[in-house]
């Protein structure tokens, strides 16, 4: 029954070790996001696809890129991970029509991938 | 600048009392407001606000938004240890596709 799932849950890697995080939906919602959230903090949007249009935010380090090959599927790679990369990366789907849909604001939370950097 | 501002930033109460939590907002363009519960996983979905003055209501939650005033509330009674997590506040602007997060409140229950 998984709608939104992320793998691995737990990664660790190394000061300057690339990693790719995985992102992959059932919803066929045409959105998709990645958001980096820190202890105590809330969860802070990174960029998101609408369909295969890439929209980053501006103060995304260039560190961090994403890739959509699909629908269904979205990755998160830190080029060069550092310390303060640390975190909660949770991935998140939603449904955005040209109208006023309201139901189709809500965002749907994947579990979330908690990354360690030694 | 689009922000979101939550209050309490933290809450500690004892089991069976009513809580308030309050998130503001100040954005561009609005098009809805949205309620997350996060314990030690993803944020879940709690309530989608669009229209002033209509109380969403789910069990012993419920939730109003004032869009004059631009404020939300949050209300939970008789609560649980069950009801201990961090609420998120979230604003949808329009013709963004994003939603802005407040920081949240974190609420601890008490036995």
Known sequence: ?118 | EDKVVQSPLSLVVHEGDTVTLNCSYEVTNFRSLLWYKQEKKAPTFLFMLTSSGIEKKSGRLSSILDKKELFSILNITATQTGDSAVYLCAVVIQGAQKLVFGQGTRLTINP
Request: glycine share 6%.
């Open chain 1, 1 to 118: 029954d998984a709608m939104v799932i992320q793998n691995p849950r737990y990664q660790v890697t190394q000061f300057g070790k690339p990693v790719t995080l995985s992102c992959s939906q059932t919803l066929n919602h045409n959105v998709m996001y990645w958001y980096q959230q820190k202890s105590s903090q809330a969860p802070k949007l990174l960029f998101h696809y609408y369909d295969k249009d890439f929209n980053n935010e501006a103060d995304t380090p260039d560190n961090f890129q994403s890739r959509r090959p699909n629908t269904s599927f979205c990755f998160l790679d830190i080029r060069s991970p550092g310390l303060g990369d640390a975190a909660m990366y949770l991935c998140a789907t939603s449904s955005i029509a040209g109208g006023f849909s309201t139901s189709t604001d809500t965002q749907y939370f994947g579990p979330g991938t908690r990354l360690t950097v030694l």
